[in-house]
């Protein structure tokens, strides 16, 4: 049995914590953290002018410890006490910027393992009038003559450098691919009752379709601007080019993910789609029809097996 004292002590510092005006507190505790742990590793005797195995060290654990309380803390504690604890390790713009680093750097993997495995649901483009991967595919040859240029012009003995550099000319490679085909690899998706709209790597919405009041097919394009344009307050654009094919209205506000802010929610979406009124027959059809998944995911083996958090981190 867990002590009563704990619990309440427990239930008093995330009460603290969840406090709007203590939002910027958690934000920036890594600030007292970090140093508190350097000194905490001298006390227990550790070296820590070794920085690379034990940088290593602490970025794995770091890693697992946002990977466990991400997993479990949504079922055993809730959503938004998880979100606080998760702040007290990593300010939330650091761990969007993390997770969208990682989505990029693992793009090529993820679109060889779904041509193996195709992905449940049905898919829709919205590629088509990008220019990013043609522009991506013009840099590449440069950076490689770039990275093969210093190599040579670095004296031999300069291991560790040459070594350093040619691993930075790799990822940003690998980034800079990663970015531009994004729109190719990671479309929009309708599966199990919720339709997730994307713009890339960046931006993502995850609708319900039993939220949604309408949607039509609305052709209009504004400018050049590719990505998230917000609109009055309520109104998000994922555009393409400046384009966009449908309009969604939804019942309640739904938040749209952003790697720089924080999750934006609006009541309309109006997103770019190559096949426009396949994904409306697609949406319309599938409300018809009564999805018993969250059920599943609610009191079934499900909620322990594939967790929607880890889900949605891998998608």
Known sequence: MPNPVAVRLFDAVLGFLLRPRARRIRRWSFLVTVPLGFFAGRAL?????DGVLLGTAVAIL????????????????????????????????????????????????????RRVRPPVGATFAYHRGTYELGFALALVPA????GAAVHLLLPD????????????????????????????TEPHRLHDGVLELRSGHLYRARIALDGIAAIDV????????????LGDGATARLAISGRTDVVLRLEAPVEVERPFGDPFAV?????????????????????????TVEDHRRFGLLAWLAPADLADALA
Do not use: C, N
């Open 45 to 49: 005797g550790l070296d820590l002018g």
């Open 62 to 113: 770091d890693v697992l410890v946002l990977l466990g309380v991400a997993v479990a803390g949504a079922h055993l504690l809730g959503r938004e006490r998880r979100d606080a604890l998760l702040d007290l390790l990593m300010h939330p713009v650091a761990r969007r910027l993390v997770l969208a680093e990682a989505r990029m750097l693992l793009t090529f993997p993820r679109a060889l393992m």
């Open 143 to 146: 950076m490689l003559a770039e």
């Open 157 to 184: 003995s300069w291991f560790w450098p040459k070594l350093v550099l040619a691993t930075l000319h790799g990822y940003g490679i690998l980034m800079l691919l990663g970015w531009a085909a994004a729109p190719r």
């Open 218 to 229: 609305q052709r209009r394009r504004q400018g050049s601007r590719t990505g998230l344009v």
């Open 267 to 291: 009541t309309q979406i109006m997103v770019a789609v190559d096949d426009p009124e396949r994904l409306v027959s697609a949406v319309r059809a599938a409300q018809a029809v009564p999805s």
